[in-house]
């Protein structure tokens, strides 16, 4: 399973990514929006982890851009962010026809649960 | 007045609070990772888990130095004072892969200070500096340094990566000006540590500024020389 992790925080992408492959993943990490999807157009992930809170821009606007490229409006997307719900002001039910299938919070979440959630999602999806 | 004070007060605990959420994700991740992996990093647990204890003890600092008390001034060394700054920060610039040059432009007499909270105080400014460049692509990097302008002496720190730190910039003076601005919009831009230093600096009796030199931007601290100790410049 192909996985890339946006995210701007070079340390727990680094720790996700490790993990992930000592598990046999095979991930690509990307610190923006452009950066990913430059790296979509190299090599197709079947899933996305994202953080909104990205150093440049905003993971939504990532998503916007993504979901403009019908080729890619397969590709499942789970966000993973540090903003706990009140401060998302979002639901998984507003998201989901972005492809969003999950949000996950940072800091409650296991490394064990995310690599279990990503299959489960996959295999949803 | 005093609802002011109080409510400023807790926006800085709050924004503290909010900034320790980071450090302390680093640390549960790596430590779960831990179990199979490299002894690097244990090293790196220890060494973000202490840089947020140090954000802790300088917002405890910040805190003494309101409560109006006579602070002990002393003439403090420049250079002593940017290399325990310098020391303090490499361990948590090594984890983010961050240079830290150490420039002292000129000799200097001592500054009339106090030691503990200047170093505190330029610690933190170097911590936020380096935090705000983690995700830099660049070559992340900070200057310690202290230089004379109109007699005075300036200490700060320079970042070298203007993209970053301008919005960090922006923030600080925004907080210095007491510009209304919801915290959670900062909270993950490591602002507190900045509002620590200057609430640091404050009960030093002097304030950082943004400054810019050679091109790059920082913040500074303006000190004057110690009057007995001026003939002395090390």
Known sequence: MRTLIIDSDKILSSVYKTYLEYFGHVVDLADDGQVAIDLIDKAKPDIILLEIQLKKHSGFEFLYELRSYPEWNEIPVILCTLLNKSELSLSLVHLEHFGVVDILYKPTLRLNELAYVLENKLSVA | ?234
Do not use: W
């Open chain 2, 1 to 234: 007045m005093v609802a002011d004070i109080a409510l400023t007060g807790d926006k800085l605990f709050q924004s503290v609070i909010e900034q320790l959420k980071l450090p302390l994700l680093h640390i549960a991740n790596k430590a779960e990772l831990s179990s199979e992996l490299t002894p690097q990093n244990y090293s790196d647990i220890s060494d973000i888990a202490r840089m947020a204890l140090k954000l802790v003890d300088s917002y405890m600092l910040s805190i003494e130095g309101s409560n109006n008390q006579i602070l002990d001034l002393e003439p403090v060394a420049v250079g002593s004072i940017l290399r325990s700054a310098a020391i303090n920060l490499s361990p948590i610039a090594n984890v983010h892969s961050c240079n830290i040059e150490l420039k002292l432009d000129g000799s200097f007499a001592p500054v009339m200070s106090n030691y503990r909270r200047l170093e505190a105080a330029i610690t933190m400014v170097g911590y936020s500096l380096i935090e705000a460049q983690a995700s830099s692509n660049e070559d992340p990097g900070i200057i310690i340094t202290a230089y004379k302008k109109n007699e005075k002496t300036k200490l700060g720190v320079f970042s070298k990566d203007l993209y970053i730190t301008r919005d960090i910039f922006n923030i600080f003076k925004d907080q210095r000006l007491n510009l209304k601005q919801s915290l959670p919009g900062v909270s993950f831009t490591p602002a507190a540590g900045l509002m620590v230093a200057n609430k640091i600096a404050g009960s030093l009796s002097t304030q950082f500024g943004v400054v810019k030199r050679d091109n790059l931007k920082g913040l500074a601290v303006v000190l004057s020389p110690s009057s007995q100790m001026r003939l002395i410049e090390v």
